[in-house]
């Protein structure tokens, strides 16, 4: 593991090869979809109060799944720094009641209540996206979750997807031994920002450098095995009962409310 903020691709493969709880069993077709309408209800509402109702309920079937609730939290240093670092800006444009002010000399920033709420409402929904892909992945077993983007995306899109992610186990184990190697050489002492930049600028380029040589090895150990530039996964994929189809409709039924019955509570865009 590179850092406790980044997540871990191993801990998420055990987990999800596990299956030992109900939302293991759960077809990964009803999983998917709700996946996709998650997706849907937080793109059309931009209403506070529903995306903090739809987190929790998410964050609870993460929790109930027995996944790490506290590595979740970790893990969402990243989303939260990139939403506020592309909303940062954008609150303080806001029209509202003031809540906040900041001089600067020339101009003078302005906090109010309506950019306070598009800041938690859009970290709210990168956190119901995250969570929620989180359990998707952590529950739902490599064989199905291969086969699913083998049937679901055309080639040579499919092969793309499926090696990148195998590949991607080992650039991210490369660049765990380089960062290894680093810390037991000093490399984790921060000295000054021009010298921890210039050791983590040349770990990069390093990963990136043996990630192409790591690659075409890969490549031709494949062509060794038999592989023709065609991966295809024959897993069968079970399908959703009838427990699964009602909680798909009854979300649809959710949606519908909120975007067509009550709009102004939905807060279309």
Request: include cysteine; hydrophobic fraction near 50%.
């Given at each position: 593991?590179?850092?406790?903020?980044?997540?871990?691709?191993?801990?998420?493969?055990?987990?999800?090869?596990?299956?030992?709880?109900?939302?293991?069993?759960?077809?990964?077709?009803?999983?998917?979809?709700?996946?996709?309408?998650?997706?849907?209800?937080?793109?059309?509402?931009?209403?506070?109060?529903?995306?903090?109702?739809?987190?929790?309920?998410?964050?609870?079937?993460?929790?109930?799944?027995?996944?790490?609730?506290?590595?979740?939290?970790?893990?969402?240093?990243?989303?939260?720094?990139?939403?506020?670092?592309?909303?940062?800006?954008?609150?303080?444009?806001?029209?509202?009641?003031?809540?906040?002010?900041?001089?600067?000399?020339?101009?003078t920033l302005t906090l109010t209540n309506n950019g306070a709420i598009l800041v938690i409402t859009l970290l709210l929904k990168a956190l119901i996206s995250v969570t929620y892909s989180l359990f998707f992945l952590m529950t739902t077993r490599y064989q199905h979750f291969s086969a699913m983007i083998y049937r679901l995306f055309p080639s040579p899109l499919d092969q793309i997807f499926l090696l990148a992610y195998r590949f991607l186990f080992l650039t991210l184990s490369m660049t765990g031994?380089?960062?290894?190697?680093?810390?037991?050489?000093?490399?984790?002492?921060?000295?000054?920002?021009?010298?921890?930049?210039?050791?983590?600028?040349?770990?990069?380029?390093?990963?990136?450098?043996?990630?192409?040589?790591?690659?075409?090895?890969?490549?031709?150990?494949?062509?060794?095995?038999?592989?023709?530039?065609?991966?295809?996964?024959?897993?069968?994929?079970?399908?959703?009962?009838?427990?699964?189809?009602?909680?798909?409709?009854?979300?649809?039924?959710?949606?519908?409310?909120?975007?067509?019955?009550?709009?102004?509570?939905?807060?279309?865009?």
């Amino acid at each position: 593991m590179i850092s406790s903020h980044i997540p871990d691709l191993d801990l998420i493969t055990s987990y999800a090869q596990r299956e030992g709880t109900f939302f293991s069993r759960v077809s990964p077709w009803t999983k998917f979809s709700g996946l996709i309408l998650v997706i849907l209800l937080i793109t059309l509402t931009r209403n506070l109060v529903i995306c903090g109702v739809l987190y929790l309920t998410i964050l609870g079937l993460y929790a109930s799944a027995g996944l790490p609730v506290k590595k979740l939290f970790a893990w969402y240093t990243l989303p939260v720094l990139f939403v506020i670092s592309l909303v940062g800006i954008m609150a303080w444009t806001e029209p509202g009641i003031p809540l906040f002010s900041w001089n600067l000399g020339l101009f003078t920033l302005t906090l109010t209540n309506n950019g306070a709420i598009l800041v938690i409402t859009l970290l709210l929904k990168a956190l119901i996206s995250v969570t929620y892909s989180l359990f998707f992945l952590m529950t739902t077993r490599y064989q199905h979750f291969s086969a699913m983007i083998y049937r679901l995306f055309p080639s040579p899109l499919d092969q793309i997807f499926l090696l990148a992610y195998r590949f991607l186990f080992l650039t991210l184990s490369m660049t765990g031994a380089i960062f290894k190697a680093v810390r037991s050489r000093g490399g984790g002492l921060i000295h000054s920002i021009r010298i921890q930049g210039r050791i983590f600028a040349e770990v990069f380029a390093l990963v990136f450098i043996r990630s192409f040589d790591r690659a075409e090895r890969v490549h031709q150990a494949m062509i060794a095995r038999g592989y023709n530039g065609k991966f295809e996964a024959g897993t069968e994929i079970p399908r959703p009962g009838l427990s699964g189809i009602c909680v798909i409709c009854a979300f649809c039924c959710v949606i519908a409310v909120i975007v067509l019955i009550v709009p102004t509570i939905g807060g279309i865009y």
